[in-house]
């Protein structure tokens, strides 16, 4: 860690040196071609929050970068409002254009949300050319003035455009390791999980949406000041292509990729346009498919690969082994060591609206869910107390996991009414009802692949408890010391400190399942919905996992879905059976092992003509 | 004011044999074929190329299809194959080849905007409730309405459609199944380019050829997608003459404004309707 961390500090001082002495050590061109890669750069690098941070490829950062150009030159040229005004009239007017796109936009997600974004920047592209009166049509707009009479010559602007990257460039690093920057890549990694956790993504995904727009519009803004002219392909398909060419080129997802990206696409540009002026775009098209074929981790891939780190390019080798797997025995002493403690100290009060008096903390009224003419659920209606531990058996196909996706607020029910203490959530999204003290894990395990088991952790502890610091961007997540105490505390209760630095998809399974049980509960829920924890697990990881269920808090209420019934039976007092949507049965285990229905069903004793599996 | 109507709903006619095949790729093979409008420029010029050598349009309507046709394919087999599912590599490789086709346009044809004659056999008017009709615009509505029908027959009514609806619901399945998927994708995206083909050469004597109208005519396609639904061949339809028409009577009454006038419609769907008129919900939102 710490040689490498000094590499990239020498890399860094080295790469300041250089861009500070462009006008000194390179010909004029060069020091045009470094002006507008830095431009670019800043376009770049608020794309690359959206692509490599966000999980959103959009070609909607072209709209900005125009708006904002246009907006300058519109104001100094038709107007005479003088730079400063203009310029600042430019940064509202790209701000307010990219939060009403991200609006309709950023709830669309893939390709959906590529085809909107693409669709509006060239139904605005196309207003442009049409508008003519205002907008200058095809011919664009001459006559932008430059900031002030002292930043006229080329190197006083270098210089100024320095700055802004500078500054530009210190705003995005300081997102990619606060707070907000782990709640964006969680969401990027997997948003379903991140809302079942409490995140309002919509909310999150806005606001990267516009710093993004942000950043563009202050690359339009200097590039129309820089070119003294703004055309219609500053809001262009084109553009935004080459943006997203600099950020895949560079490696999206990283801090210096789009820089890299932006001199390479940008230098590449120049130098065929003057070199082979009438092949280049043959040329460039030519890159782009190569560079998606051959370069799909971009040149900081390349890099890593060079440098031998192969772990992160070559995932396969470790996922299949799991790191330390001789731990193993260690991590069921851990816990079997924890279970005196137990979950259940609570230093502060629940921050829940689930304790309300004797109501039924959670509560179905005739559930039914059905796809066309299937009816998964039928007329489902429960009632569950405070601190009850509950287990559902049924059969595959029974309709348990939609039950759970029902109670979680993944899936919308087709008829009847859900209580959460009392409150009726029928209608509420996924993350409000994690705001009530929700959790719960899923049946294929759910995590962020991508991000280490301590990033996990932190992502699931800010997804409610820890929610104020959802939108932080200016603090290190490392400098919040009472998150990282917490995600300490319960990462050493799951015997997964240790292995805090992997990243997830390198964890075995049973410890991935581990992890998946610590998420749940980092937001200290009242109601925990468990489905399948011990699916796909080992003998020995199954043990594991019983002990590990067995120290759950004494107050929390907990649903567990199971098909090893000797967890069940040693965990539930009360055990709901489900048989093709229906709730056949309700009642103590020992009632439930002498039920005949049940018995039919599920041992396979008696007739089992009734127990169709589909 | 008929006039415009009728104006518009042949632009829209036309605009949906274009989007028809953008939606097919879209909807079934799930790739954004950013070279469409490139697609639609190829097949305009060529048509026009052999209009004037040969003196039939028709032929180059054939001509353009059969060429366009076997470039998607090939497209389709040797390069979106390897992204297959991979949205952002796939749209940057239809990029790159709009680049090289829009380029190779350029130095084939140069810079001049070029149109074709309407075949003589549709070169005639007609009066429709006082307004004068040129034939040739009907002739364009009843050739939109006929492969509107047949694509409809082929993926509702035949084994082949059949194929492509199983392989759009659960590809995996299809797959093991015994569906050769690739192939499937292969003749779908070759019918995208089919299409596009009919519509460049089709659309030469009305809007002609020449460079930017890939542009012009991506954003139209873009919007008729969004408003329909992503695949949506109905959809597409639908979509496709009220573009048209709103864009045909915008740019007569207020020429300026007339894209922001596509664009409220556009907008107002995806604030309240997100899949589109016909799309598919869990295609759109997950």
Sequence with gaps: ?614 | MIGDLVNGIAFGSLLFILASGFSLALGVIRVINIAHGAFYMLAAFLAITIQQKTGSLMLGVAASSVLLMLIGGVLQRTLLQRFHRKDLPQVLATYGLLLIIVESCRQIWGGYPQIARTPELFAGTFRVAGSIVPQYRAFLILIALLIALILWYVIERTSLGALVRAAVDDEEMARSMGVNVERLFMVLFASAGFLAGISGALGAPILGAFLGVEFQVLPLVLVVVVLGGLGSIPGALVGALLVGVIDTIGKVNFPELSYFVLFAPMVLMLSFRPKGLFGRQETMER
């Design chain 1, 1 to 614: 860690m710490g040689k490498r961390r000094l590499y990239s500090l020498v890399l860094a001082a080295l790469g300041a040196i250089f861009l500070a002495a462009v006008p000194v050590v390179l010909p004029a061109y060069g020091l045009d071609i470094a002006t507008l890669a830095l431009i670019f750069s800043i376009l770049a690098i608020g794309l690359n929050l959206l692509m490599g941070y966000t999980g959103l490829d959009s070609l909607g950062q072209a709209i900005f970068f125009g708006v904002a150009g246009y907006t300058l030159g519109i104001l100094t040229s038709r107007f005479t409002v003088g730079w400063g005004s203009a310029a600042l009239a430019a940064i509202a007017a790209g701000t307010v254009v990219a939060l009403l796109v991200g609006l309709v936009s950023v709830r669309l997600r893939g390709l959906y949300f590529l085809l909107v974004t693409l669709a509006i920047l060239q139904v605005i592209w196309g207003g442009v050319m049409r508008w003519g009166e205002v907008t200058g049509g095809a011919n664009g707009l001459s006559g932008v003035p430059s900031p002030a009479t002292w930043l006229r010559g080329t190197v006083p602007f270098y210089y100024f455009t320095l700055l802004a990257f500078a500054i530009f460039f210190g705003i995005s690093y300081l997102i990619t390791v606060s707070p907000f920057g782990i709640a964006i890549r969680g969401i990027r990694e997997r948003e379903l999980r991140s809302a079942t956790l409490g995140y309002n993504t919509y909310w999150l995904k806005l606001t990267a949406f516009v710093v993004a727009g942000v950043m563009a519009a202050a690359a339009g803004i200097l590039a129309a000041s820089y070119n003294r002219f703004v055309s219609p392909r500053d809001i262009s398909l084109d553009l935004a292509f080459e943006a997203m060419l600099m950020v895949i080129l560079g490696g999206t997802g990283t801090v210096t990729g789009p820089i890299i990206g932006a001199f390479g696409v940008t230098g590449l540009r120049y130098l065929l346009s003057v070199y082979v002026e009438d092949w280049w775009l043959m040329i460039m098209g030519g890159v782009f498919i190569l560079s998606t074929i051959y370069l799909p981790e971009g040149i900081m891939g390349l890099a890593r690969r060079f440098r031998g780190s192969s772990r992160r390019v070559n995932p396969t080798d470790e996922a299949v082994e799991g790191p330390r797997s001789s731990d193993r025995e260690s991590v069921t002493a851990d816990i079997t060591e924890v279970s005196g403690v137990g979950w259940s100290e609570r230093s502060e009060p629940a921050a829940s609206n689930l304790e309300m008096g004797s109501q039924p903390i959670l509560e179905l009224r005739g559930i039914g869910k059905r796809f066309g003419e299937l009816a998964v659920l039928d007329d489902i209606g429960l009632e569950i107390r405070r601190g009850e531990r509950i287990g559902i058996i049924g059969l595959n196909g029974a309709g348990k996991t939609t039950l759970f996706h029902v109670i979680s607020g993944i899936e919308s029910p087709t008829q009847g009414h859900i209580l959460l203490a009392g409150r009726d959530v029928t209608k509420m999204p996924a993350h409000t009802r994690a705001s009530f003290g929700l959790s719960r894990t899923f049946q294929v395990t759910l995590l962020y692949p991508r991000l280490t088991v301590l990033e996990n952790i932190l992502v699931a502890l800010m997804g409610w408890r820890f929610r104020r610091y959802q939108f932080a961007m200016w603090r290190r997540i490392s400098r919040l010391p009472e998150v990282n105490r917490h995600a300490q505390e319960l990462l050493q209760r799951v015997g997964l400190w240790e292995i805090r630095e992997e990243e997830v998809r390198y964890l075995s399974y049973g410890h991935q399942r581990q992890l998946e049980i610590a998420l749940a509960l980092a937001g200290k829920p009242t109601m925990l919905l468990l489905d399948e924890p011990t699916a796909g697990l080992s003998q020995v990881e199954i043990r594991e996992m019983r002990a590990l269920i067995a120290t759950l808090p004494l107050d929390l209420t907990v649903l567990i879905v199971e098909h090893h019934l000797e967890v069940i039976f040693e965990y539930v007092e009360r055990v709901l059976v489900l048989h093709e949507g229906r709730l056949i049965a309700d009642g103590t285990t020992e009632e439930t092992r002498a039920n005949d229905l049940v018995r039919n069903l599920y041992f396979g004793i008696g007739d089992t003509s009734t127990a169709t599996e589909d």
